[in-house]
Every structure is written in structure tokens, then in C-alpha cells.
T-cell receptor, first 117, second 113 residues
């Protein structure tokens, strides 16, 4: 398996524009996570899905953020409208079994570096 | 409040030397603790996963320890190499919470020749 695949790797957009980040989890994994990483706050969980169903979106900062998982092999994180403070690296991760389970390993993608100017 | 704190924030060592990174957590009830390595521009990669009953776990030159009583963990790197330069993140999950990993801020390690 090629691992968790994210696209694009880099995105530069103007304030107010819509941004869509994409993620393909590892085949067979039943959990998918979206994280945001900044220097100030480190890694923060935004939302996670189990079997394509959103379980906890309490980390989504504002209504401008939305995430979908239409099937087991694809998820999107959308920001509309984008703002400069959204600039960060966004990671997608997947696992077989939840994070709280013993010996469950979460595999991370390479991340999307978003810059909003 | 569930928190994970790491020290030091950054560290510079010479190639070949050993170092130890620290992690203190207040997550309860505890399920497991992981150490991740994150190279610049890449996603975190798991080094070790430890549960309540495990005191030590090794992965090559990396050895993690866990003291569940004091809620402390350490990551010891032996005979450091230039490729060890990265951010090391301590991550804890609570029992019963299947989704949330609680991340420390990481320790940035730089190994110099």
C-alpha cells in the first residue's frame, strides 16, 4: 500500500477563496482523522470518522471548515472562505481501530501546507 | 484537563552522543502512549506504542520507558546519527476514547556532525 495520500502537497490561495484538501486513507482502515499543525499549537485534531461517519468534529474551529467522507477511500476538508489564520499544515491519518485501542497505529500522510495570503 | 508536556523544547547534540527526551502527561484514564518522529516536511511516523503494563520498549536505537505511576515517559536515543534530526512527539490516548490522540508540542532534536 502506498500509505495515506494527501493532495495537494502545497496550496497557496487568496483570502476569501475556497480551499479543498483531499485524502485517500490506507485501504482497509476504518478510522480517518484530520489534523492541523502550527508552530504555536502543535498538532490539533479537527475531526475524525469511523466507517465514513463523522464521530467527533469538536475540533473544527469554525463553520468555515467542513469535512466529508463519501466513501471508505476518500475524504475532503474544505475551508470556505479561507483566512490568513488558516495557514498551517493539514494532516490526514488513518488507522484500523481507534486511537484508544491498544497497539493501534495511526498512519499519517505527508500533509498539505496551506498558505492563505 | 488532559495534557501532554514535553521537555526540552529543543536540543542540539553531536553525532554519536546519546540523549533523552522527556514527556509528562495528565491523561486519565490512560490507554497508551506513543512516540512519533516527524522529519521536516513530512508526517509523523510511529516509533513505539506502550500500554499501561509496559515499562520499556525498544525500536533499534530508540528506547522508550513508561512510568504509569508518575505519568512520565522518556525516549532515549543511543549513538545518535544525523538522520535522527527531527521533531519527536509524545502522544497519549485515553481509554475508551477511540478517536482522540493528545499530542505534546514536541522536542526538536538537531544532531550535528
Amino acid at each position: 500500500d502506498a500509505g495515506v495520500i494527501q493532495s495537494p502537497r502545497h496550496e497557496v490561495t487568496e483570502m476569501g477563496q475556497e480551499v479543498t484538501l483531499r485524502c485517500k486513507p490506507i485501504s482497509g482502515h476504518d478510522y480517518l482523522f484530520w489534523y492541523r499543525q502550527t508552530m504555536m499549537r502543535g498538532l490539533e485534531l479537527l475531526i475524525y470518522f469511523n466507517n465514513n461517519v463523522p464521530i467527533d468534529d469538536s475540533g473544527m474551529p469554525e463553520d468555515r471548515f467542513s469535512a466529508k467522507m463519501p466513501n471508505a477511500s476518500f475524504s475532503t476538508l474544505k475551508i470556505q472562505p479561507s483566512e490568513p489564520r488558516d495557514s498551517a499544515v493539514y494532516f490526514c491519518a488513518s488507522s484500523f481501530g481507534g486511537a484508544g485501542h491498544m497497539n493501534t497505529e495511526a498512519f499519517f500522510g505527508q500533509g498539505t501546507r496551506l498558505t492563505v495570503v | 484537563k488532559n495534557q501532554v508536556e514535553q521537555s526540552p523544547q529543543s536540543l542540539i547534540i553531536l553525532e554519536g552522543k546519546n540523549c533523552t527526551l522527556q514527556c509528562n502527561y495528565t491523561v486519565s484514564p490512560f490507554s497508551n502512549l506513543r512516540w512519533y518522529k516527524q522529519d521536516t516536511g513530512r508526517g509523523p511516523v510511529s516509533l513505539t506504542i506502550m500500554t499501561f503494563s509496559e515499562n520499556t520498549k525498544s525500536n533499534g536505537r530508540y528506547t522508550a520507558t513508561l512510568d504509569a505511576d508518575t505519568k512520565q515517559s522518556s525516549l532515549h536515543i543511543t549513538a545518535s546519527q544525523l538522520s535522527d534530526s527531527a521533531s519527536y512527539i509524545c502522544v497519549v490516548s485515553a481509554r475508551g476514547n477511540t478517536g482522540k490522540l493528545i499530542f505534546g508540542q514536541g522536542t526538536t532534536l538537531q544532531v550535528k556532525p
